[in-house]
């Protein structure tokens, strides 16, 4: 079952985030379940969350933002964080949980739905690809890390 997240789920979010995080050797995640409630639930959240439960427990989890295109006044959903534990892969979770991500973007009146892919992630470019994602060749993900925005908002006009 394919469902938004609820303030209980908070821990097994968190659970799964971390899990993600060492799958890809990133930093353990400053993230907590208070973060999670504050910003993922509620009227003024920052993000919407989408899990997966199967016989009682949470086995997945999407994190979805919002974007918008003033120039093309598009809406633009983005994938922060998609995980499905490994004894749930390969039983169709993921495809659910793309699915219900996609449900949501139209609900929206989104155009597309973005995402990063770690490169050296051959597993996940394959379960994206047999869901026929694609990859945009004109567009390249670009970022300013924290030290690079307290630089460049040091700046003087």
Known sequence: MVRAMRPEDATAVLAMARALAAAVDDPEPQL?????????TGSARWFDCLVVETDG????????????????????????????????????VGRALMAAVARHALALGCDAVYWELWRMNSAGEAFYRRLHAETPGDLAVMRFGKERLAALAAQSD
Not at 32 to 40: C, E, F, Q, Y
């Open 32 to 40: 907590t379940p208070a973060n999670l409630i504050r910003d993922g």
């Open 57 to 92: 427990r949470l086995v997945a989890y999407a994190l979805l933002c919002k974007g918008f295109e003033a120039h093309t006044a598009k809406r633009r959903l983005w994938i922060g964080d998609l995980y499905v534990a490994p004894d749930a892969r390969r039983r169709g």
